[in-house]
């Protein structure tokens, strides 16, 4: 179905997030006005653990943006994967079960869904980044990516753990009346810190996402603007209201993000690739996020709200834009383009109205954002002047790099026709429809403010209460708001000279090498295992696997003690223990594999004899049926294998001998020290006491019967597919399970008669 579909089966599938869009606008007004759905679902009751969902507002603006550009994203790729033929099916498979759990990160109210949310979203980026592996430099940007978000978000799990302890509670909603705060919580806050970071690609985590651009517009336009690294500032700003007052919440999260801001904006401004361009121009907007939605104040989570938006809106246009770019001209090399601009005015006029959005200028959501972020930091917010200080000139950043976007897609004169594939009318919708919400949000400052405000009343304001609007009065904040503008414009003009210090700032030890050298000391440390560790043939990996377990229990053994060994409660035990180990010994030195396996049965009927002697006749006659069917499966197997294996090595023998003899000691021991154990297990009591109620006096079959009926089931369904298997694998080429196959003209038979053995 995918292959006759083509790219249209991309139009099909964004349906699904269209229609949740549409059903989350229809729940938007009761969320706003405080009538929030939540869902309780269990999970594993024993130990406490559910499936708690809740919309909010928070979660209602997140999840409006991932249905919303994600539908927008899927239309578009029926248009740019036009061309492509294979892994269709698999890209939207995949880019649906993303936005599924992104959707589950956005409403997800227990710590613990939502980590598991947060790590379908890191599997289903390294998918897409990867793209079916075809090319080096995608499986190792996948690879990058996997190791910095999975690594950070098992510190993050820990934070979880750790906070979800503290509080008592591990519903997210629960932790404000919990209160949790100490020592413990500080370190929590840290780790938690360290995931988000790591997803919202913040300072030093940052190298993975321009890395990540070696995937298809469609999932770096989705992924990178307005999905996967919103996770990172979006858990920030849904803890905010509950660990924003812990040390060290406010430093870290403003100072990271600062620093993220200004580097991402610095490197945007040297960047020759478009797409390169953008990519650090989204670490920079992810840092300015980060610093908003963690400041914990009112005001500033007011402006964190209106930038998550536009963000989302303006940079996934804009990666639409140069997907386009790419399809037409065939390149995205900045010194490799010119008219753009005059071959497409459309094109021309979205990108314009998204980079207006970015720098912020009137009417455009980003300018409602950028005012709310100049005031916020003006007034009340954490750090004060210094970090409006940074604020400012990160803005001057981001012009600067906006106009080196710009002009470097659109500016020049006409190229030949030849060079430029005209984009159609379904192609251009997207970034069409992403750079008119824009402004049409933009002129809409009261709605907007009704839904970003909903959350941002959870944190103090100590002045008065802000409100989005187009126009506050003439004040600090509008000089700020223009002087970013001039002099982000006059950084552009003299960029030019500004580069040979890219190159001169890095000093000897960068982020990115310091990646490298963490990825490419995970794969040898990974291969060096698979090659030292996991053993090729199955005797040897018997072997280690054997010896491990004896290394393990043996330090475990060695402090509990080794009770003196009770020899026999009466003769008759002596001498059957005696014919046992006569037979161990015989299956050793027999060469024929048959007799080995006929005289290792006769240990089996003797040890039914030991339970016999035991007053324990059921056990006796499960151990006479397991062992007659054992033999019977091992005759019909050796009938079907080789005479005899070649001759190894002797050294190989004796080491092999070592650790057979080592785990039989160890199991000896281990049953004695066991058997020396007088206090009973906790669940013995229950055990005892329930087995009359439970139809029977013996309590092993009780609980075999009764209490792990649902494990014996299992157990003996596995036994009946294996044994199948087995079946199936001997008889495949008798008259019972098919004809023979011709023999091959110059070989013999592999078959050995049962006597030969």
């Known amino acids: 179905m995918p292959r006759q579909a083509g790219s249209r089966l991309f139009l099909a599938a964004a349906l699904l997030p269209g229609a949740a869009f549409v059903w989350l606008l229809v729940r938007t007004p009761a969320v706003l006005a405080g009538r929030t759905g939540s869902v309780s679902v269990p999970w594993a009751p024993a130990l406490g653990l559910q499936v708690d969902l809740r919309l909010d507002a928070l979660g209602l603006l997140l999840a409006l943006l991932v249905t919303g550009v994600g539908a927008l994203t899927l239309a578009y790729a029926r248009w740019y994967f036009a061309e492509r033929a294979d892994r269709l099916g698999r890209t939207c498979a995949v880019l649906l079960l993303f936005v599924a759990a992104m959707v589950g990160i956005a409403v997800a109210d227990n710590l613990l869904v939502l980590y598991v949310a947060w790590e379908v979203t890191t599997v289903c980026s390294f998918l897409l980044i990867a793209d079916g ?18 690594g950070a978000g098992f510190a993050m799990l820990l934070g979880f753990l750790l906070l979800g302890r503290e509080a008592g509670t591990y519903r997210i909603s629960g932790l404000a009346a919990a209160e949790p705060a100490g020592g413990v919580v500080t370190g929590a806050v840290v780790l938690i810190l360290v995931g988000a970071f790591a997803k919202s690609a913040q300072v030093p985590f940052h190298p993975w996402l321009p ?38 919440w406010q430093p870290l999260v403003v100072v990271i993000g600062l620093a993220t801001m200004i580097l991402g904006g610095w490197r945007a401004l040297a960047q020759t ?55 037409s001209a065939g390149t995205r090399e900045i010194g490799e383009l010119s008219g753009v601009g005059r071959r497409s005015p459309v094109l021309l006029g979205s990108a314009a109205l998204a980079c207006a959005s970015m720098v912020g200028l009137p009417p455009f959501v980003g300018y409602l954002g950028k005012e709310a972020a100049l005031e916020a930091f003006h007034t009340h917010a954490w750090g004060g002047p210094g970090a409006l ?8 950043l981001t012009v600067a790099y906006t106009g080196r976007f710009l002009h470097g897609a659109f500016a020049g004169p006409a190229r030949p026709r030849g060079e430029w594939r005209a984009p159609t009318a379904g192609f251009l919708a997207a970034p069409v429809v992403l750079a008119l919400t824009g402004v049409v949000l933009g002129l809409q400052p009261t709605r907007l403010d009704h839904l970003v405000a909903a959350h941002a009343d959870l944190l103090p304001d100590p002045g008065k209460p802000y409100h989005l609007a187009l126009w506050h009065g003439f004040g600090l904040v509008v000089v700020l708001s223009a002087g970013t503008l001039v002099a982000g414009i006059a950084l552009f003009l003299v960029h030019r000279r500004l580069a040979p210090l890219h190159g001169r700032l890095a000093g000897p030890a960068t982020a990115q090498g310091a990646h490298d050298g963490i990825a490419t000391g995970s794969t040898r440390a990974a291969a060096w295992v698979d090659t030292h560790v996991h053993a090729r043939a199955l005797p040897d990996q018997l072997a280690r696997t054997v010896l491990a377990v004896v290394l393990i229990q043996a330090v475990v053994l060695v402090p509990v003690g080794i009770p003196a060994p009770h020899p ?11 014919g046992a180990l006569a037979g161990t010994v ?10 080995a396996a006929l005289v290792l049965g006769v240990v089996g009927y003797l040890v039914a004899v030991v339970f016999v002697l035991q007053g324990a006749p059921d056990l006796a006659l499960i151990q006479l049926l397991v062992e007659t069917l054992t033999f019977v499966v091992f005759v019909l197997v050796l009938r079907r294998m080789p005479r005899a294996t070649a001759p190894r090595h002797h050294y190989g023998r004796r080491l092999r001998a070592a650790v057979a003899v080592s785990f039989g000691v160890l199991m000896t021991l281990v049953s004695l020290t066991m058997a020396s154990r007088h206090a009973r297990s906790l669940p013995s009591p229950d055990y005892l006491d329930g087995s009359p109620d439970h139809g029977g006096p013996n309590v092993v079959n009780v609980i075999i019967t009764e209490y792990r009926a649902l494990d014996t089931l299992g157990e003996v369904s596995v036994l009946v597919i294996a044994a199948t298997a087995v079946a199936g694998l001997v008889l495949q080429s008798t008259r019972i399970g098919g004809p023979q196959p011709p023999d091959e003209p110059g070989t013999q038979r592999a078959e050995v008669s049962t006597r030969d053995r």
Request: net charge positive.
């Open 586 to 595: 015989a299956v050793i030195a027999l060469r024929r594999q048959l007799y």
């Open 568 to 578: 026999w409660d009466t003769p008759w035990q002596a001498v059957v223990a005696a």
């Open 389 to 396: 200080a940074g604020l400012v000139l990160g803005s001057v």
């Open 211 to 248: 890395a990540a651009m070696v995937a298809p517009t469609p999932v770096t336009a989705y992924l990178h603007a307005a999905a996967m690294v919103k996770a990172g500032v979006f858990l920030v700003a849904r803890l905010t209201p509950v660990l924003a007052e812990t040390v060290p």
């Open 133 to 150: 592996g075809h090319t080096a430099g995608a499986r190792r940007a996948a690879l990058h990516a996997l190791l910095t978000t999975t």
């Open 273 to 327: 690739d478009l797409k390169s361009l953008l990519a650090f121009g989204t670490i920079a907007q992810l840092g300015f996020l980060m610093v908003l939605l963690g400041a914990g104040t009112r005001t500033a989570a007011i402006a964190g709200g209106t930038m998550l938006i536009a963000h989302a809106l303006f940079k996934a246009c804009l990666f639409l834009v140069v997907g386009i770019i790419d399809h």
